[in-house]
């Protein structure tokens, strides 16, 4: 996108240059011609194919089901956040996030009062957690370590102090993290 963008900017700067070098470029062009092809052709073709691309990479992104990917739950309540294990039924929810590194995990996010957000900006984009609904975010800790989130949505007077830790673990070392973290 950003390039993109760019050689759209670089496009029209060098129309503006060449203006001011030679001040009678493009005078041959009719004004109506200047605005369809510089204000309607370009803009639209310009458009789709970013459109296109950030619709192929962000369906790349989604969390699909997939029985391989292993699931937890994040479930914000004011002022704090509160994880489980689905796929560890022996787990007790914790108030750190257990993850293992380097494999995809999908985070199904729910709110019990307000609109919160669940963000970890190492990590993936920002997903609302809404009362009522599940919404689900594939992330993925490149490597073993400790990753900082927020909540990104303003839900009262305690917001700022809604923040949690992802633990990434080697994935060897997971189900053992997992166990005696609720412990």
Not at 67 to 92: E, I, K, L
Not at 108 to 129: E, Q
Not at 139 to 167: K, Q
Request: with cysteine.
């Amino acid at each position: 996108m950003l390039v993109g963008a760019a050689l759209l900017f670089l496009l029209v700067m060098g129309l503006l240059l060449a203006v001011y070098i030679r001040p009678g470029f493009g005078s041959r062009l009719a004004g109506t011609r200047w605005m369809l092809y510089g204000g309607l052709v370009m803009p639209t073709v310009v458009l789709t194919a970013l459109v296109v691309y950030a619709l192929v990479l962000g369906e790349r992104i989604l969390a699909h089901p997939d029985p391989r990917v292993q699931r937890v739950s994040a479930h914000g309540v004011m002022w704090d956040w509160r994880f489980s294990y689905p796929d560890n039924p022996g787990a007790a929810p914790t108030d750190e996030l257990h993850i293992p590194a380097g494999e995809p995990v999908d985070v199904l996010v729910t709110s019990g009062d307000v609109i919160h957000s669940f963000w970890v900006p190492r990590l993936a984009g920002k997903i609302d957690a809404i009362p009522g609904h599940e919404n689900i975010v594939r992330i993925t800790a490149d490597r073993p370590g400790t990753y900082r989130g927020v909540c990104a949505e303003f839900c009262g007077l305690g917001h700022t102090d809604m923040r949690f830790t992802i633990i990434a673990h080697e994935p060897d070392d997971y189900q053992q993290a997992v166990m005696e973290a609720g412990s």
